[in-house]
């Protein structure tokens, strides 16, 4: 086992699908960050309106958290269930630690077995909150002002919170603070604080989810439209966007499918505003015949892909890094198609931004991947409104001269007319066709024309590799083992490396954020190590078969495909037994 | 002044001597050049099919893509700059059969498109399939025992779905056809027309013979009497009317859209993000 820090507080609200189990996370979320805390949410539920089981899991600390974290010091369950299930030390929740600190609950739950490590504070939950109002869920805040008080937050802050959620005036609002408040104080006047003491702070953070981030990073990016058909885990991205339409001065358009979808992206594109889709693995199945025709048009397209489980519908509420082959293979024929995979909530934001202006300069798909767990979880950041520069890329001049859509040139890259400007009138075809757009496959098929126009699209691939950004690496310098991930797993990997050095283990990470085309620089990174591990959230390790085929090399794989992010101790140790392999 | 030359394209169309798609062609340009809408502010997006190679054959904005999927290109294009002229054109398998959800939901929607489907009741390009408008009884290459399957009826389904402008016209009457299209290009919302455009080739029963015979001109007493178009839609037979059989007046999509009204999205400027827009977050 490894040891957590001190430094750090890992909260869990659990309870049952209804219960207001989510929005009583963000709440005390929400309350960490304005505390000063940096905080990385975790939300675990099922493809369920009302009961089963759901949880969400808050880590908080002055420090950077970069993953939900292990552990578990504070409890707060709305019901048996959770009572027992997360106090059980042979606790099943996907690698989630179970509880070693105090569990905060209705004092009307007295059937459940004492664990040594969990301290058990008991509240009248319900008969505080029945004062104020008949409304079950307010028993949420009292237990959550419980927790608050146990690590000695300021009550006024967390009734700021509070008062917001529930439409800052009004009954509601009052009813809840009010409740609040006396739970603050009967926890203060019945219970020892927590043993934990925290470093509070006036820092300003915003806090944020990875979807909403890849939204907001859109808008920043130039986003003018925005076509989709909704799917988990694609829609936190699609609701930010729609909620935010006319402040952003955005069309958001839910079509009749994701074909539609991607097809009018496509169209607004062409017609000269930035537009983007978005969906998950089956969705973007719809999706995949128009990927090539974007390509073949040369239209710009920024496509959002949320992976969750798989095959088929999968764990619909479940993570996974399951659509890397899927997404590497969609549409006939060979053309550039670039690939980046954020790796967290920030990057989310400008790596989308940056596919913007990517999809334009080289007018072909670009994705951008993330998986659940990085749509639907929620991180701190400092600096949210992040410098961005759009670059529209190459245009023609009204009128110009013999116009040719498709000029060969040594870039592959050729200028864009869009439909209105003067004079550039010209046919774009998903037929192959020669420099002006004319169809080079029908009455006469014309060879020459065909390889000219195929490597001039493919001139792109290499005009793109040459501007990629060096490889980011973590204590890789004299590292004898490197471990690879891609996208979400990036914070858990970081931690998982940091354990691992405490042990003196000279192990370093690979983070890509840019999957595809491969940065040939990795060649000169994995050279003369002892060993290379790849990290995945799937099963059969699609990235790695991509870095072993580019990089003809060895790896050692260890993947996660229970439907959970990977937890850092878990990672640590089959990161250690890899080594060892 | 524009006139039918400037819209001219340069490649020589390659339908077979006599195919129906011709005199759309023509038609097509000649509306354009009777409305004076300038060539660069015309986009006519295609599917795939024989019909469906037009836009090569003009000079506009030509958009060529897949099999299907006019309708929601169509849309984007017309969403993010609603000063263009935008024209779906495709066949009948293009449109009835894989792209029957665009074709219903566009309508719907009164996204301001003029369609227009060469129907030939075949598919043309891939030589000689029934399509989903086959007459019951039609012998082709993928039903060589006669078609059993009931054609549908693009024109109910049009106006079932919502079109505000739903019309059929017959490519041997270059001159009705011609009005026609020009009368759904002014139409201000989601306009359809059929167009029956005999395939010479490969549909030896619906020619040119069979509608000169049939078609008659409807003249409808008024336009915005859904019953009345829904009873001329479904007469076919011995008689088949030709004409606009529905025209109203409706709120187009992009009346309605809170962004879009705002004027052509293209024209609006990016949005620059300001600290305050993400106070919500803190
Ligand atoms: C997704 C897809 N499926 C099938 C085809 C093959 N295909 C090309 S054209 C066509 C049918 C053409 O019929 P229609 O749309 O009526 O056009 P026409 O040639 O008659 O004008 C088919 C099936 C294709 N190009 N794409
Ligand atoms: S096959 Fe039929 S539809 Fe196609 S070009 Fe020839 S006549 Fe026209
Ligand atoms: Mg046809």
Redesign the interface.
Known sequence: MFNMSDNEIVFRVAGAAGDGVQSAGLIMAKTF??SGLYAVTYNYYQDIVRGGESWYQVRASPKKVRNQGDGLDILVTLNEDGLVRHTNPNINEGGASSLSGIAIFDESITNYEKQQKVDYRPMPLSTIAGKYSKNPLLKNTVALSAAAASIGIDFEVMAGVIKETFGNKGAVADQNVQAAKEGYDYFKAHYPPYGKKLDFSKR?????GGGEAVG?GA??G?L??Y?AYPMTPASSCLHYLASH???????V?V???E???I???????????R?MTGSSGGGFALMT??VG?AAM?EIPLVIYEAQRSGPSTGLPTKTEQGDLNQVMGASQGDFLKIIFAPRNVMEAATLTAEALNVAERFQTPVFVMVDLYLAEHSETVEN??FDFR?DRGERPKDGQANYKRYLITDTGISPRA??????????????EHNEY???VS??VTDPKDRIKMMEKRMRKMQTYINEMPPTETYRADDAEYLVFQWGSTQGVVEEAIDLLRKKNIKVGAVEINRVFPMNPDIGKIIKSRKKIIVVENNYSGQYNSLLKSRFLCQTELITKYDGESFFPGELATSIENAIKR | MITVNDFNGKVKPDWCPACGNFSQLTAIKGALTELQIEPKNTVIVSGIGCSSNLPEFIRAYGFHGLHGRVLPVASGVKWANSDLTVIGYGGDGDGFFEGTQHFFHTAKRNVDITYIVSDNQIFGLTTGQASPTSEIGFVSKSTPDGNIEKPVNPLTFGLAAGATFVARAFSGDPKHLTEIIKRGIQHKGFSFIDVMSPCVTFNKLNTYDYFRKRVYKYEAKDLKDFSAAYRISEEWGDKIPIGIFYEIESKRYEEMDPVEVEGPLVTHPIYSVKDEDLEELV
Request: proline content about 2%; hydrophobic content about 45%.
């Open positions: 960050a304005r300003k953070l915003y806090l944020i907001f808008v920043k130039g003018k439209m076509t339409a006319r402040k952003f001065d955005l069309f358009k079509s009749e499918d074909i539609s979808a097809n009018m992206a496509i169209g607004g594109n062409y017609a000269g505003v537009a015949e128009a025709m048009l949210l409104n759009i869009v439909p209105g400007q003067e004079g550039l009138m010209h046919n774009e075809d998903s037929d757009g004319d169809v029908d009455a």
